[in-house]
């Protein structure tokens, strides 16, 4: 693929991203897609065959892979610090997209994925999954034990995740730092046991 080629195929990724997170996958259309991009719509279909499913599977690893950066950078210095640092992304998302928009990851994962194709959803557990690998890990390294360490991981994703949802339906942060607040807590225990 030319270079030209693959910044075009990024543009559409990075936009379906940004589509997915504001109105979900279904209600968003391959022609909306790639106007958003601004692609040609006869390109989507070159650079993915598979469609708008294989498009959504692309997008959500590319959202993913970006939060999954800012983790490994920040849990480095320990789990409350990746803790806060995956609140900011999610704080900065809402607020600064007044309640429009939230993680694409989750959008796609709770959605019905047409009969027979799952790939969208497989990469949206995937994400899920290498979060909670990253935090699950950041925790094992501060002397938490493994079972507990991967709870705690899922609980951080699920909750975030979920007060994201709630923001945007209520269009108010607070469920986002009411979460914050107790995550926080349980993480800061959890590491001084």
Same mark, same amino acid.
């Given at each position: 693929?030319?270079?030209? /080629?693959? #910044?075009?195929? @990024?543009?559409?990724?990075? !936009?379906?991203?940004?589509?997915?997170?504001?109105? /979900?996958?279904?209600?968003?259309?391959?022609? #909306?897609?790639?106007?958003?991009?601004?692609?040609?719509?006869?390109?989507?279909?070159?650079?993915? *065959?598979? /469609?708008? @499913? #294989?498009?959504?599977?692309?997008?959500?690893?590319?959202?993913?892979?970006?939060?999954?950066?800012?983790?490994?950078?920040?849990?480095?210095?320990? $789990?409350v610090e990746g803790l806060r640092a995956f609140l900011a992304l999610w704080r900065q998302t809402v607020l600064g997209t007044d309640f @429009?928009? /939230?993680? $694409?990851?989750?959008?796609? =994962?709770?959605?019905? $994925?047409?009969?027979?194709?799952?790939?969208?959803?497989?990469?949206?557990?995937?994400?899920?999954?290498?979060?909670?690998?990253?935090? %699950?890990? =950041?925790? %094992?390294?501060? !002397?938490?034990?493994? *079972?507990?360490? =991967?709870?705690?991981?899922?609980?951080?994703?699920?909750?975030? #995740? %979920?007060?994201?949802?709630?923001?945007?339906?209520?269009?108010?942060?607070? *469920?986002?730092?009411?979460?914050?607040?107790?995550?926080?807590?349980?993480?800061?225990?959890?590491?001084?046991?």
């Amino acid at each position: 693929m030319t270079e030209q /080629g693959q #910044e075009a195929r @990024q543009r559409m990724v990075a !936009g379906a991203a940004d589509m997915i997170r504001r109105r /979900g996958l279904n209600a968003t259309s391959v022609r #909306e897609l790639t106007k958003h991009s601004a692609a040609p719509l006869g390109s989507t279909y070159h650079y993915f *065959p598979g /469609g708008k @499913q #294989e498009l959504a599977a692309e997008a959500v690893r590319y959202a993913g892979s970006l939060v999954s950066k800012v983790l490994r950078r920040e849990l480095a210095a320990g $789990p409350v610090e990746g803790l806060r640092a995956f609140l900011a992304l999610w704080r900065q998302t809402v607020l600064g997209t007044d309640f @429009q928009a /939230g993680c $694409p990851v989750l959008a796609v =994962a709770i959605e019905e $994925p047409p009969a027979g194709d799952r790939s969208a959803v497989a990469a949206a557990a995937e994400v899920f999954a290498d979060w909670e690998a990253l935090m %699950g890990a =950041a925790l %094992g390294e501060r !002397g938490v034990a493994a *079972p507990d360490a =991967a709870r705690l991981a899922t609980l951080v994703v699920a909750a975030v #995740e %979920g007060s994201v949802a709630l923001c945007r339906a209520k269009r108010d942060i607070a *469920p986002l730092d009411a979460v914050a607040t107790q995550l926080e807590a349980v993480l800061s225990a959890a590491v001084a046991r």
